[in-house]
């Protein structure tokens, strides 16, 4: 099953997959940098599902309302075909939404400790947040020209048997992320970096970022999920 942008979730008012993924400008000098990624996917109401506002819940003890949410929403995601979901535990990492408001990792789906296996309320869905991936935010910003590593940085997460390919193009300089589990992110006109959900579970991904010294640079990125029909 191959997805896309007018790909249905659910009956929860969910539409969309975001295959796209755009690199924006960031404000540079010589010894700090900030960059932008702008995740081009659709979530429910306003594009966000902020289930706990200011962090306000333990994780390990939502409210039975929040709860329901939280598990209609992973399981129509992870029914269907994988959730890519980004680590925001790294001061150097935050996510905001299209006004420039900033949101902590754990106001945003998914806000259990537990309702993916090996993700914790620090992970944001990329599929039900329409966010956009700040490395280097302000009072943290990165070293220019810089190659870093991010641990884990992805997560992909399903029930079932997907493909999870990254591509890039129109990188106007050198790629802001370079590498993902392991694999150089390559251009869409060659075969992309693909990682899997085999046999379901959750598949953690590594990710080099490569900061860059200029003051605009912009940059496409791809995500294609796929069902395995192989086996």
């Known amino acids: 099953m191959k997805l896309n942008r007018r790909s249905v979730l659910g009956a929860i008012g969910m539409i969309g997959v975001g295959t796209g993924a755009a690199f924006g400008s960031g404000a540079f000098t010589t010894v700090e940098a900030q960059r932008e990624v702008e995740v081009n996917v659709l979530g429910g109401g306003n594009g966000i599902s902020r289930l706990n506002p200011n962090g306000n819940e333990d994780a390990d003890n939502l409210s039975e309302e929040t709860e329901g949410q939280e598990t209609d929403i992973a399981d129509n995601i992870t029914s269907n075909f994988a959730d890519v979901l980004v680590d925001t535990s790294s001061n150097n990492i935050a996510v905001k939404d299209g006004d420039d408001t900033f949101y902590d990792g754990e106001e945003l789906f998914p806000v259990g400790s537990d309702t ?27 070293p220019s020209n810089a190659t870093l590593t991010q641990n884990d940085l992805f997560a992909l997460v399903s029930d079932g048997d997907f493909d999870v390919a990254f591509a890039s193009e129109n990188a106007t300089n050198a790629r802001l992320i370079g590498k993902i589990g392991g694999e150089d ?24 970022v490569n900061t860059g010294e200029t003051a605009t640079e912009t940059e496409d990125l791809t995500i294609e999920i796929t069902e395995n029909t192989s086996s």
């Open 185 to 208: 992110v390559a251009d869409t006109e060659t075969t992309p970096t693909a990682t899997g959900t085999a046999d379901g579970g959750t598949t953690l991904l590594d990710a080099t």
């Open 116 to 142: 993916y296996g090996r993700v914790d309320e620090d992970y944001v869905s990329l599929v039900a947040n329409d966010v956009t991936i700040v490395f280097g935010p302000d009072g943290n910003k990165l």
